[in-house]
């Protein structure tokens, strides 16, 4: 049985960081790419990161490019999103995702391509 458990959200204000994690489980970590999506209150799913499952590519939209790093460590089955000069309109609770499919080239931005998803953790951002 696949487990994400997302951790690491919480209240800050705007232009402090924070560093979520996802722990996975249940899963060949190493052969999936790993995402994270968010979602505000009354708003669709939105992509905000992937990563290969090498770790060598990384993708973002424009929104969070050069403010967000995600990462993974395969030895520990982790994948990290590192959140710096947070806004406002990042709040959202933020979701963990595994690729449906194993070693795929091009990383999908859409939530449908992900199989297994996280609870979430909500991110706060005060002004």
């Known amino acids: 049985q696949v487990q994400l458990v997302e951790s690491g959200g919480g209240l800050v204000q705007a232009g402090d960081s924070l560093r979520l994690s996802c722990a996975a489980s249940?899963?060949?970590?190493?052969?999936?790419?790993m995402a994270w999506f968010r979602q505000a209150l009354g708003k669709e799913r939105e992509f905000v990161a992937a990563?290969?499952?090498?770790?060598?590519?990384?993708n973002y939209p424009d929104s969070v490019k050069g403010r967000f790093t995600i990462s993974r460590d395969n030895a520990k089955n982790m994948v990290y999103l590192q959140m710096n000069s947070l806004k406002p309109e990042d709040t959202a609770v933020y979701y963990c995702?595994?690729?449906?499919?194993?070693?795929?080239?091009?990383?999908?931005?859409?939530?449908?391509?992900?199989?297994?998803w996280g609870q979430g953790t909500q991110v706060t951002v005060s002004s």
């Open positions: 249940g899963l060949t970590f190493g052969y999936y790419a």
């Open positions: 990563i290969s499952s090498s770790g060598t590519k990384t």
């Open positions: 995702a595994a690729d449906s499919r194993r070693f795929r080239v091009v990383m999908s931005t859409q939530s449908g391509e992900y199989a297994y």
